[in-house]
């Protein structure tokens, strides 16, 4: 069974295979920081604790934003397009984003996570179903747990219609994103951003979360086949 839910506490509440859904831009960002090479990218709740993390080594660069806006002492924040053409090869990346990265850190009921976007929408569902049957909640991470972000709930529409085999029209997911989802009120987010977040399937990777001695640990999973 497949369940959709939105905002911080769907993403507390979420059992079984859960996908957290950020399109603007967490995950996004994500996901070309590790199709240009980065190994992992450890999520965290604070920046300090990024900055932390670090400063004793156990990371190289640190992305993310608050308010859209990279924080002080970050290498790049919450940016595809600024990243896009950056080489992180072999790299431990930390993030720690208002709704992406935290939605992840909530999910302490998940049997596995998936952080999921446009991007890798097309492996998500492929590692989803080769992981074998059981419930899935699909969870629209939204703008600060307050308002619906239309393209992290398309994009959780998108995902279930894929996993129940039925094949969406990709040009026209790409208009109805681009004409209804872009979020006036976000002048962090450049145009070069949406166009990085709407490239569907452009990476061959789902990006999976795994939790090691307590942290959140995003690598690149590629489905079998
Ligand atoms: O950087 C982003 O796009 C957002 C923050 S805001 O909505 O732009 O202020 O963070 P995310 O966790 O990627 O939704």
């Known amino acids: 069974m497949v369940t959709i839910g939105s905002f911080a ?14 399109v603007f ?3 996004t960002t ?7 090479g980065a190994r992992r990218i450890v999520m965290v709740a604070d920046l300090d604790e990024a900055l932390a993390l670090r ?8 992305l993310g934003e608050r308010h859209g806006i990279r924080p002080d002492g970050f290498d790049f924040g919450n940016s595809p397009a600024e990243i896009a053409d950056k080489r992180f090869d072999g790299e431990t990346l930390i993030q720690t984003t208002s709704n992406g990265t935290r939605g992840v850190l909530l999910a302490k009921g998940a049997q596995r996570i998936y952080a999921g976007s446009f991007v890798s929408a097309e492996a998500t569902v492929r590692a989803i179903q080769a992981a074998g049957p059981g419930p899935v909640t699909l969870v629209a991470m939204g703008e600060t747990s307050e308002s619906r972000a239309d393209e992290d709930e398309i994009c959780a529409l998108y995902l ?8 969406p029209d990709p040009t026209a997911l790409a208009t109805l994103v681009a004409t209804m989802a872009l979020r006036a009120d976000t002048v962090t987010l450049s145009a070069e951003d949406i166009d990085c977040c709407l490239r569907l399937d452009s990476v061959p990777f789902a990006i999976r979360v795994a939790i090691e001695d307590g942290r959140y640990i995003a690598t690149a999973e590629r489905p079998p086949g």
């Open 9 to 22: 506490d769907a993403a507390r509440g979420a059992s079984g295979t859960v996908v957290v859904i950020d």
């Open 25 to 27: 831009r967490a995950f």
């Open 30 to 36: 994500a996901a070309v920081a590790l199709a240009n």
């Open 55 to 62: 400063a004793q080594g156990l990371g190289s660069r640190c």
């Open 160 to 167: 279930r219609s894929r996993l129940a085999g039925r094949r």
